[in-house]
């Protein structure tokens, strides 16, 4: 899965009750548009370009999948949710909201409703000074200064000053309470691309399963009775020692791990794959190993339903899983909930994704976070 974009957002008022203006647009840009990362303070600031009451201001940096043309689309329509209503004018207005894409990761868009980084940043204290804060060592692709650079040259002679503190979204959701996430579900749920997107968020090291490397997995879908003991077992060492050496050796950088895998997976799998005494073979294997292994403080599984999965596989084109029988998908799905049930001590977040797609709608993500928050509190 790409990246996200990392982007830097400007919010306005000076119509209304301003405060509320603002903290209403962080909440629905972060619940309908894209992960709200970093909020600044809020400022105060003279009018810019015309003679008006004061504006409120704040800058947030966020997370998104979208490109820029569709992250500026869904930023209009969110400003006309808001009440904004634009005029024909190209004069400066008074506004109940102004959202701005001040830059777009290091790129450098001229189009006609888009211009990134945003034209007027170098002279606009009230997106300089909260920018500082929010993102202190960015630099502008065109100048090639740094914020502390550019304030020293800003031509902004008007007041901006500092006001009060603004809250941001997942400031309330403490992933970092715990010290090993573990989420889990069947083949093409959606696991690493969720794990992904919770490390790049919450500042959090991954540990993603290395089935790309397994020789015997396409082999195992041309012949199974052949390959899936040996298949089995080459997963069963490979996550063990990933695991091992991950969680051995924690990044001092990084607030928590996150994996896209928990290694008793390996039963579940070997139980549906495996010949009867071949699974009595690997249990007495797998329950050595088993006991040296560190619990996940939160174990995540996403269910999908199996017709959602088959179409997930085909999407994602891997050409040794396009032939995966629906059967084979249900008998996992049922092995994972067999497992939770016998779990008494884990902390288990089973959350139903079949109609969810929380790579691409901004509200199916957030709704996976507060569930996730729930097992914080």
């Known amino acids: 899965m790409n990246q996200q974009h990392q ?145 020293k040259i800003c031509n902004d002679t008007g007041n901006c000053k500092k006001i009060s503190k603004l809250n941001a979204p997942l400031e309330i959701i403490k992933l970092n309470k715990f010290n090993y996430i573990a989420v889990e579900g069947n083949i093409g749920a959606g696991k690493t691309t969720l794990v992904t997107k919770i490390a790049e968020d919450f500042n959090a090291k991954t540990v993603l399963e290395r089935f790309a490397d397994n020789p015997f997995l396409p082999k195992f879908y041309k012949d199974q009775n052949r390959y899936a003991f040996p298949l089995e077992m080459s997963f069963l060492a490979d996550r063990y020692q990933q695991i091992s050496d991950d969680l051995a050796q924690f990044d001092l950088f990084k607030d928590f791990i996150v994996a896209d895998y928990h290694i008793f997976k390996s039963l579940i799998f070997a139980k549906v794959t495996l010949a009867e005494d071949e699974v009595r073979l690997y249990k007495t294997l797998f329950d050595i190993i088993y006991k040296e292994m560190p619990k996940p403080d939160l174990y995540i599984y996403l269910y999908q339903n199996t017709e959602r ?7 994602r084109g891997r050409i040794y899983e396009q032939e995966i029988p629906a059967e084979y998908l249900e008998k996992i799905n049922n092995g994972y909930l067999d497992y939770i049930k016998t779990q008494k001590d884990l902390n288990v977040l089973i959350i139903d994704v079949s109609e969810k797609d929380f790579l691409k709608n901004q509200e199916d993500y957030t709704m996976i976070l507060k569930e996730i928050q729930k097992k914080i509190c």
């Open 7 to 151: 982007v830097i957002l400007s919010l306005g008022s000076n119509q209304g009750n301003r405060l509320e203006n603002i903290e209403r647009c962080i909440d629905l840009l972060h619940n309908e548009v894209a992960t709200i990362i970093k909020v600044s303070s809020l400022y105060e600031s003279d009018s810019w370009g015309f003679n008006s009451d004061s504006f409120y201001n704040c800058v947030v940096l966020v997370h998104t999948h979208k490109n820029a043309q569709k992250l500026l689309k869904n930023i209009l329509k969110l400003e006309k949710k808001l009440g904004r209503v634009r005029s024909e004018s190209k004069e400066y207005q008074s506004r109940i909201i102004d959202i701005d894409i001040i830059a777009f990761d290091d790129e450098i868009i001229e189009e006609e409703f888009l211009q990134v980084p945003h034209k007027h940043l170098a002279n606009r204290l009230f997106v300089l000074l909260p920018m500082k804060e929010v993102v202190p060592f960015w630099i502008h692709p065109i100048l090639q200064k740094s914020i502390s650079e550019i304030l």
């Open 309 to 315: 999965l088959l179409q997930n596989i085909k999407r």
